[in-house]
């Protein structure tokens, strides 16, 4: 005669028993072995899982404009009958999930899927008419025209003793007006030196009750690589959740037109675009993806046509929140 169904033996495990949890409840009220190696392993991971949570490092919180808030990490055996809810909303970027779907990953102490560095948590900008400015940037928007002039004649001087030192002739028909053609190019293509987020912005935010991605793609940017003064040239993608407030959409392509438009760097080019669009609208979260060939390891250097750089910034949200980055991946990668 057949043993009852609750007389069987409970058939073991297909798991690894570093992979159970000792205290699980099996049906009919069997229990998984429990073992001091699943029970040690089990607690490490979740401890590693916290540490990551912590960040990479110490930061001065006294240098940053809106110090981050640090949530209090605890073990998971002294969770009990805590609200974990309320403590997992202490997050670094203090956002609250878009989409009520992103909160399932909150209840496994992932809430964060990207820890936000100090230069996220303190941007720089100066709406007092520079925005990032370097050395020598105010000097160069205040000038007056006389000044403006003297600045022209000495980068026109400049460019003459390159073609000097390259072993041409400044003064022969094809050369004689190069250098001052060159230094009023020079300081076109370094433009936006003299802009900033203030003016191109032009009171152009609007109020809209709009919570949904708002995405412009295929922007055009022409840069100057700092370290070899040669062009790099792409695209940039910028998108962002609202937060009751709309931009004017041709003040993206004007942000991202004025930070090309100096020496620059395709990672840092990426973050000032997004950080200036997050100081100026406070929204959710802020997204922008840049993808550009640079000539100074196409046409120098180790000479690879084909090469492409992608880069990448997200904010708020877009960095918090798995679920609403792949959104904005998704509708990126959309023909």
Request: aromatic share 4%.
């Amino acid at each position: 005669m057949d043993a009852s169904p609750s007389d069987r033996p409970y058939p073991k495990s297909a798991l690894p028993s570093h992979f159970r949890n000792g205290n699980s409840q099996m049906p009919n009220g069997h229990s998984l072995p429990q073992t001091s190696v699943g029970v040690n392993e089990l607690e490490r991971l979740t401890a590693s899982i916290h540490t990551l949570d912590k960040g990479s490092g110490p930061v001065d919180l006294n240098s940053l404009q809106e110090p981050r808030t640090t949530t209090q990490e605890t073990h998971p055996s002294q969770i009990g009958h805590q609200n974990t809810e309320s403590a997992l909303n202490s997050t670094n970027l203090n956002v609250a999930p878009r989409d009520p779907r992103d909160k399932t990953s909150e209840s496994k102490g992932t809430n964060i899927s990207r820890p936000a560095g100090p230069h996220i948590l303190n941007p720089s900008i100066d709406f007092d008419g520079l925005s990032w400015p370097c050395l020598g940037t105010r000097e160069r928007l205040d000038a007056t025209p006389e000044q403006g002039m003297e600045r022209l004649e000495k980068l026109e001087g400049a460019i003459k003793t390159i073609l000097e030192c390259i072993g041409e002739d400044p003064e022969r028909e094809g050369l004689r007006g190069t250098p001052g053609r060159y230094a009023k190019a020079m300081l076109f293509f370094t433009k936006g030196y003299e802009e900033n987020v203030r003016d191109l912005v032009n009171n152009a935010v609007f109020s809209e009750d709009h919570d949904e991605m708002v995405l412009v793609k295929d922007i055009e940017v022409f840069s100057l690589c700092e370290h070899h003064l040669v062009p790099f040239t792409g695209k940039i993608h910028i998108g962002y959740i609202p937060n009751h407030r709309v931009l004017g959409l041709s003040k993206l392509a004007r942000i991202a037109e004025m930070f090309s438009r100096r020496l620059q760097i395709q990672e840092r080019l990426t973050k000032q675009v997004a950080l200036a669009i997050s100081e100026v609208l406070k929204p959710r979260g802020v997204a922008v993806v840049m993808e550009s060939s640079h000539l100074c390891m196409v046409m120098r250097g180790v000479q690879k046509s084909g090469a492409t750089t992608t880069t990448s910034c997200m904010l708020g949200c877009m960095r918090s929140s798995a679920k609403t980055r792949e959104e904005f991946l998704t509708l990126l990668n959309r023909n």
